[in-house]
């Protein structure tokens, strides 16, 4: 498999990921997504996260359905595993995963960002897709659109026993013609008595238009449409979400009744750790 090669923050420093981004902070964004999720996909069972890095917002969901999660990073997971130890846990890439199982919905938070091509973004779409039950349905939420994106700089951090961490990050687009722009990050740490440490990083995001967004959905054949994320400190925070319909010989989408589609529920996670 081709692994991409991922970010500091994500690899030697995944242990500081709960210092830079806690679970506390999901939890007004992940009960929206459940009422997304819950509105718009019936059973709702067992869901799959891509991207699902650390684990914030399936330590959220995970009470209300099982959950599969899925990232490219081994040193994410372990950190989500001690979160969320009752969920499966799976090293993969959202470009080419094939679990060979298919959940009632497909869920990709900001990880999605990391897709910085329309190759890439269709291949992570397709993926979802695959994965998803005839009438189930997939949610991904980008940061930014191109219509929506802004650059901005933000700081924060936090303290968990000898441990500290603060952080800048810088988010700009150097060239508004491509489809993509620029996540810079400054981490300081400390960790209990020894000197201060500075790293850095820097992410190439995603910044597709919402016609990309729609019609890359389509071509998954996913029946898309652009969603509001009512989130506090939020504003425009848009989503897309993806029913997946059973296309007819005429090329017609038809919503198809997900009592025909629903894997056995035998399929729960609980307890299930693999790979590592
Ligand atoms: C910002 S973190 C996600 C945090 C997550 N929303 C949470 O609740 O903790 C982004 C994650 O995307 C993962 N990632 C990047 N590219 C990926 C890919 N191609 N396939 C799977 N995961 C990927 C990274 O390893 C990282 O863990």
Not at 112 to 126: C, P, R, T, V
Not at 149 to 177: A, I, V
Not at 227 to 238: C, D, E, F, G, K
């Amino acid at each position: 498999m081709n692994m991409k090669k991922n970010s500091a923050l994500y690899s030697t420093l995944a242990e500081w990921w709960p210092l830079l981004s806690p679970p506390q902070d999901y939890e007004e964004e992940a009960n929206l997504f459940l009422d997304l999720l819950r509105r718009n996909c019936h059973p709702l069972k067992h869901v799959l996260e891509l991207g699902s890095g650390g684990g914030n917002n399936a330590s959220h969901l995970k009470k209300h359905f099982a959950m599969t999660l899925v990232d490219l990073s081994p040193q994410m997971l372990a950190v989500s595993k001690k979160l969320n130890p009752e969920c499966e846990h799976i090293v993969g890439d959202m470009r080419e995963l094939q679990i060979g199982k298919q959940f009632d919905a497909v869920f990709v938070h900001d990880a999605i960002n990391s897709m910085n091509s329309e190759e890439d973004l269709l291949k992570a779409i397709q993926t979802s897709a695959r994965h998803c039950r005839l009438g189930g349905i997939v949610l991904m939420v980008p940061d930014f659109f191109k219509e929506t994106f802004k650059s901005s700089t933000h700081h924060g951090g936090n303290d968990l026993d000898s441990k500290r961490l603060r952080y800048l990050e810088w988010q700009y687009d150097p060239d508004p013609t491509d489809s993509s722009y620029i996540s810079a990050m400054v981490y300081m740490i400390r960790d209990g008595s020894h000197p201060m440490i500075v790293e850095s990083d820097q992410h190439v995001s995603g910044l597709f238009t919402q016609e990309t967004w729609l019609r890359l959905f389509q071509a998954a054949n996913l029946k898309p449409e652009l969603v509001p994320i009512p989130h506090s400190q939020a504003n425009q925070r848009l989503a897309i979400l993806g029913k997946k319909n059973r296309i007819d010989r005429y090329g017609i989408s038809k919503n198809f009744s997900s009592r025909f589609e629903s894997y056995p529920s035998s399929h729960g996670c609980a307890s299930k750790n693999s790979q590592s």
